[in-house]
């Protein structure tokens, strides 16, 4: 009876997370604050793919599986289908990342804690920042889903559920190629810390086979023989074999990173939001998610050790786990008996308050306010599918297209009449992070001026020009 009313508990807990977060997320996109090579450029490929057409992004490009082997997208084109629209990325990643919080109540249960624990640690999982962060401000990424994949793959692995792992594992490999490599940790942690020998063999061997097709073939023949990725990485190499050559043979190049300041400092923003319950003999968890961790240690771009991007993302629910096996361990050996679930509850709380990005509403996406129901109604006057070049944060909302590019500050009245463009949208208000505009300011009076274009649409600094047939 309780089991049954804590299940209950869960599923509301999963309903109510996964509408705030839907919310969140859809709230900004309407205030214009997605980008373009994020929403837009998944949104395009989906939405292509679902038109039987070859989703190929004229914003990158590629082809939609050269975005680091993406295999589930394909799993969303059917919503599409059944009416395109971005926000089914929304409430896509929403439910995926708020029902994460299943497998951690399960896996709670199945560590010995008490139903009393296995609530609160779930609320624990839905408040770490890096959570809410990644579907507030890095609009939609497919390895949120997973993010309750892997949870799922550590509860059926220890449960002897065969098809429940095999099927979560696929789930994973095909959200982020790079993922193999947490497979392949994961497969060794199964082994040699869970004692499930075939299943870590499986594992090991799935992720290797996986890693070798994709990031050594697959990706590369669709992005012109390059691994996505690999730009960040710079520093260490120009591709993933030259990369992972001289980490072996000089491992002094990322020794420094391990210990550099800003290094740790990122050690204690993934710590943070639990650190209270962490015990050091249960460290062993968070095995599968060293080389995700690694990865971002090593990184040129400093981005990739924050809790604010997605980078992170894939890491914590190994750091969820290790909270949940600390826990069950202080138990064992009768110790921080303070440590009450409503504490971990008042705890996460607090890290949210300090380090989930929700202020971002005031500092950031209010910007263009003033404007917004001009670039609404601008977008509105885009009725075909026609070509169209804007801004990035503009490109979102028209991405459902063959053809949609970003403007340049380079970009100039003459050369833009000569390309295959319908519209030209732009916005002279609103500036980019860097407070500057993303074309020249003189260029809408040069499209004014320009026979090839009329300008069918001006209000509030928000301007859109036709094409002349």
């Known amino acids: 009876m309780k089991n049954k009313a804590g299940l209950i508990y869960i599923c509301w807990m999963v309903g109510i997370s996964a509408l705030i977060l839907f919310i969140c997320s859809s709230l900004r996109h309407g205030l214009f604050q997605s980008t373009a090579l994020d929403l837009a450029v998944f949104d395009q490929w989906v939405y292509l793919a679902s038109q039987g057409l070859p989703p190929i992004s004229s914003l990158l490009g590629f082809h ?14 059917p919503l599409y289908k059944i009416y395109p629209d971005v926000h089914w990325l929304f409430a896509v990643q929403a439910i995926a990342l708020a029902i994460g919080c299943v497998p951690v109540y399960a896996l709670s249960l199945q560590a010995g804690l008490s139903i009393i624990y296995a609530r609160a640690i779930p609320i624990s999982y839905l408040l770490y920042p890096s959570l809410f962060n990644i579907n507030f401000f890095t609009d939609f990424r497919p390895e949120a889903i997973a993010v309750p994949a892997l949870l799922w793959a550590i509860w059926a692995g220890i449960s002897n559920r065969t098809w429940q792992l095999i099927i979560a594992i696929v789930l994973v490999l095909i959200c982020k190629d790079i993922l193999s490599l947490t497979v392949i940790t994961f497969g060794v942690w199964l082994w040699f810390i869970q004692h499930r020998r075939m299943y870590g063999i499986g594992c090991i061997v799935t992720g290797v086979v996986w890693y070798l097709m ?8 669709l992005r012109s023989g390059q691994a996505g990725g690999v730009v960040f ?28 300041s800003e290094t740790l400092f990122y050690y204690l923003l993934l710590l943070l939001p639990i650190i209270f319950g962490l015990h050091w003999r249960q460290v062993m968890t968070i095995i599968p998610a060293l080389p995700m961790l690694l990865l971002n240690i090593i990184s040129d771009y400093s981005a990739q050790r924050d809790l604010i991007h997605h980078y992170s993302l894939t890491i914590f629910p190994f750091l969820i786990l290790w909270l949940l096996r600390s826990i069950w361990q202080y138990q064992q050996d009768k110790k921080r008996r303070w440590l009450k679930p409503h504490f971990l509850i008042v705890w996460a709380t607090i890290a949210f308050l300090v380090l989930a990005k929700y202020d971002f509403f005031i500092t950031r996406y209010l910007s263009s306010l003033s404007n917004l129901n001009s670039l609404h109604t601008a977008v509105s006057l885009v009725e075909t599918q026609g070509s169209v070049l804007t801004t990035s944060r503009i490109a979102p909302h028209l991405s459902q297209r063959q053809i949609i590019n970003l403007i340049s500050i380079d970009s100039k009245s003459d050369d833009i009449s000569s390309e295959t463009i319908e519209y030209v949208l ?28 009329k300008l069918i649409y001006q209000q509030d600094d928000v301007y859109l020009f036709k094409k002349q047939s």
């Open 64 to 77: 939609m599986i050269g975005d680091h082997a993406a295999f589930i997208l394909y799993l969303i084109v």
């Open 233 to 260: 990485y710079s520093s260490l190499g120009d591709s993933p074999k030259q990369i992972i050559w001289n980490i072996i043979i000089n491992p002094s190049l990322i020794l420094g990173k391990i210990f550099a």
């Open 426 to 453: 732009l916005d002279v208000r609103t500036k980019n992070p860097v407070n500057k505009l993303d074309f020249n300011p003189e260029l809408p009076n040069q499209l004014k001026n320009n026979q090839a274009f």
């Open 214 to 221: 994709t990031v050594g073939y697959l990706v590369p023949a």
